[in-house]
């Protein structure tokens, strides 16, 4: 299967930041948001985001755009 991507996909690498609805920051890279903190995240985001918890090193990956959807990445 060949590999295709969104419009969403096509934008642009900045390191601009955002802010989400629930008042999050992230960076954007193509269609996927990029978030950092401490602890654990309990946030809505969008499907597919990052988040990488700078004190315990770990990063997790929501995959289903809602609070409880994020999972650690093993």
Same mark, same amino acid.
């Given at each position: 299967?060949?590999?295709?991507? =969104?419009? +969403?996909? !096509? !934008? &642009?690498? &900045?390191?601009i930041? !955002? $802010? *989400?609805? /629930?008042?999050?920051?992230?960076?954007?890279?193509? /269609?996927?948001?990029? %978030? =950092?903190? $401490?602890?654990?995240? @309990?946030?809505? =985001?969008?499907?597919g985001?990052? %988040? $990488? *918890?700078?004190n +315990?090193? !770990?990063? %997790?990956? @929501?995959?289903? /755009?809602?609070? @409880? /959807?994020? +999972?650690?990445a093993?």
């Amino acid at each position: 299967m060949a590999t295709s991507q =969104s419009d +969403a996909d !096509k !934008k &642009s690498v &900045s390191m601009i930041t !955002k $802010v *989400d609805a /629930g008042g999050f920051v992230f960076t954007s890279i193509g /269609g996927i948001h990029i %978030y =950092s903190g $401490v602890g654990a995240p @309990n946030h809505v =985001s969008s499907k597919g985001a990052l %988040y $990488v *918890d700078t004190n +315990a090193g !770990k990063l %997790y990956v @929501n995959a289903t /755009g809602l609070a @409880n /959807g994020w +999972a650690e990445a093993t």
